[in-house]
């Protein structure tokens, strides 16, 4: 894959999330990490001060430093922030945040030598994956203690996985055939200051998420017609009206995915009038979240592409210009803004859940098992997706509202972005546990009305979770098909049955 700073795409950037990826940078962005370098060395080489370069960090950005400790200032940087807690980031997240930094410091704003960018890009197509502690981040003068992670590694110091296994960094280093470096002026600096880590972490909810909203939509095809429910709400001509896209593109690919049942067939004149919200009101909440993504997407992209170093190198006037791009605020927002989107996709999910459990709605065997009373059938799965679906609504809560000041009252805003994009992960990944629960029971309530067929989209599906998940006839140890289910949410195979264009910009 070849990687062109400031233009690299959603897709490139889902396929680098999704397996490993031989990597490199186009030619053209040598010579401007060059003269950046330059600029730099010359900066160093004066006497007045310059933040960054040749001073303090933060509320010690006044206190200059002798040329003969330059090295030392950068190395002593890496250590100092290098303070992470918690449970290491995945593997596929690591591989974005190094694609991430290469991208930024490859747009030549930064200062470093080509050096550092030939051993991160060295690192990326070895699968020498840096271990980073997923805590310690407030996302504002960047993602500072994960990031100082991947420079000590760079350094020697540290741990990171290769071969999945976790090794010293001296030994990882060798593994790319690298050794220790040594960081110029600024280099320590340009590595930790950035919202590399909370934009890798927020890059993944959303193609995360993208899985999932497909799995969603196949599973309330399934659970409109295992609830014998009405395809009215799904006329081009209602949602015309309205003019939200996304809401019409739900609406397309619910009709689509129905299309031919002969469940649909079998009740047309019952003389029900209206389904529930949950069945008809799909395309209006699953298509909100359809244009919540791609909007969100179109605003990581940008980050993923731009340079969130301070201070910024400006070759063409030898200037270093102090800002604050590093603060995180657009990552934070986009996060937040997917929680919830992911959030309702659950609570949606569990209410078709709900409707089908319940015979009086559904007209279903009670809780989709025909010996009720002997067997319990969904009825506590039921309940274990209303607790996911509830956690998610305090998870859901922006992270972005708060801030606490850092460093003394100097960083006296931060975003909190690299924890609303962690948390991004939980509620989608209890999102995916609801959507797969909900489709097993739909695939189920389809089965109780045998011998009606449903479409043939709707019974390759059928098939398909039937290869790895059997049919419930009598109580059994069911947490295993849950996480069956949730596999294949979680993977993508249940949603590549939805007729969707993809959702990404």
Not at 15 to 25: C, G, I, T
Not at 117 to 144: F, Q, T
Not at 288 to 315: H, K, M
Request: with cysteine; aromatic share 4%.
């Amino acid at each position: 894959m070849l990687l062109v700073p400031g233009e690299v795409t959603l897709q490139q950037l889902r396929h680098l999330w999704e397996e490993r990826e031989q990597v490199a940078l186009d030619a053209s962005a040598w010579p401007r990490i060059d003269a950046a370098a330059q600029t730099v060395r010359r900066i160093a080489d004066r006497d007045e001060p310059a933040y960054g370069i040749n001073t303090g960090f933060g509320r010690l950005a006044t206190t200059k430093i002798p040329r003969g400790q330059l090295e030392l200032l950068q190395r002593n940087l890496i250590l100092s922030h290098a303070v992470g807690v918690g449970e290491p980031l995945e593997p596929s997240v690591v591989r974005l945040v190094i694609a991430l930094k290469v991208l930024s410091l490859a747009r030549g704003a930064s200062g470093v030598r080509r050096a550092i960018v030939e051993a991160l890009l060295a690192l990326l197509n070895h699968d020498v994956l840096p271990v980073i502690p997923s805590k310690g981040s407030v996302g504002a003068s960047g993602d500072l203690a994960p990031l100082a992670h991947l420079g000590a590694v760079l350094l020697g110091i540290g741990e990171a996985v290769v071969g999945g296994e976790r090794v010293p960094a001296a030994e990882a280093l060798r593994a790319a055939g690298l050794e220790p470096v040594t960081f110029g002026p600024k280099e320590g600096l340009a590595l930790i200051n950035g919202t590399q880590v909370s934009t890798a972490l927020a890059l993944a909810g959303l193609f995360a998420l993208e899985r999932l909203l497909r799995a969603a939509i196949v599973a309330g095809a399934l659970a409109v017609d295992a609830a014998a429910g009405s395809l009215v709400p799904f006329d081009p001509r209602i949602h015309a009206l309205r003019g939200h896209g996304g809401q019409g593109e739900v609406a397309a690919a619910l009709r689509a995915l129905l299309e031919g049942s002969g469940i649909v067939q079998s009740h047309q004149d019952c003389g029900k009038v209206q389904d529930p919200y949950s069945l008809r009101c799909q395309p209006q909440v699953l298509g909100a979240v359809l244009e919540l993504v791609r909007q969100q997407a179109s605003v990581l992209v940008r980050e993923a592409n731009g340079v969130t170093d301070n201070p910024l190198v400006f070759v063409e006037t030898g200037e270093v210009l102090s800002g604050g791009n590093f603060h995180a605020e657009p990552v934070a927002f986009a996060a937040d803004v997917l929680s919830i989107a992911a959030s309702e996709v659950a609570g949606l999910a569990e209410r078709q859940l709900a409707l089908l459990v319940d015979h009086t709605l559904s007209g279903l065997p009670p809780f989709l098992v025909r010996d009720g009373g002997v067997n319990s059938g969904f009825m506590i799965a039921q309940v274990t997706a209303a607790a996911l679906a509830s956690e998610n609504k305090t998870l859901a809560h922006p992270a972005s509202v708060d801030s606490l000041p850092t460093s003394a009252n100097q960083e006296d805003h931060v975003s909190m972005a690299t924890f609303a994009a962690r948390k991004l992960q939980e509620v989608v990944a209890n999102a995916q546990t609801v959507v797969a629960i909900t489709a097993l029971a739909a695939v189920q309530g389809i089965e109780l009305r045998r011998p009606l067929r449903s479409s043939e989209s709707l019974e390759g599906v059928v098939a398909f979770v039937r290869r790895h998940v059997p049919h419930y006839e009598l109580d059994h140890y069911l947490a295993p098909d849950i996480a069956r289910a949730s596999r294949l949410v979680r993977s993508g195979e249940l949603g590549r049955y939805a007729p969707l264009e993809p959702l990404g910009a």
